[in-house]
């Protein structure tokens, strides 16, 4: 089911100052910036290897990454796996009786397709699932 990790999001107070640390000291290339209005985020894009670092900063302060770092204070907020086909991805699981937070895909950064399972269901950890078109 699971092709390979696609990115680790990280959740940021302020997205500019951060980029700083990510770009001017550990000299990762940003590859792009966007806001989703959706999930009420701002992202920027850091591509490390095959995968990416995902930086997320929230535009409402009742947005999901506001109340993660509200609750949990600044870092990693979730990883994300990429899927080849994301509906028969999410069906497979809802068989086995995962527990999720989407049952259907959503649009996310970047032009993919997402969803999110329960932290409940994965031991602590907000799980993401990504189908990326080519």
Known sequence: MVGKVDHIGIAVANLDETLKLYTDILGMKLHGTETVAEQK????FLPVGDTEIEL?????PEGPIAKFIENKGQGIQHIAFQVEDIEAALA???????????EKPRYGAGGAKIAFLHPKATNGVLVEL?????
């Open 92 to 102: 497979e699981l809802k068989e086995k009786g995962v527990r999720l937070i989407d």
């Open 130 to 134: 990504c189908q990326r078109d080519k």
């Open 56 to 60: 997320l900063e929230s535009t409402d």
């Open 41 to 44: 985020v701002r992202v920027a």
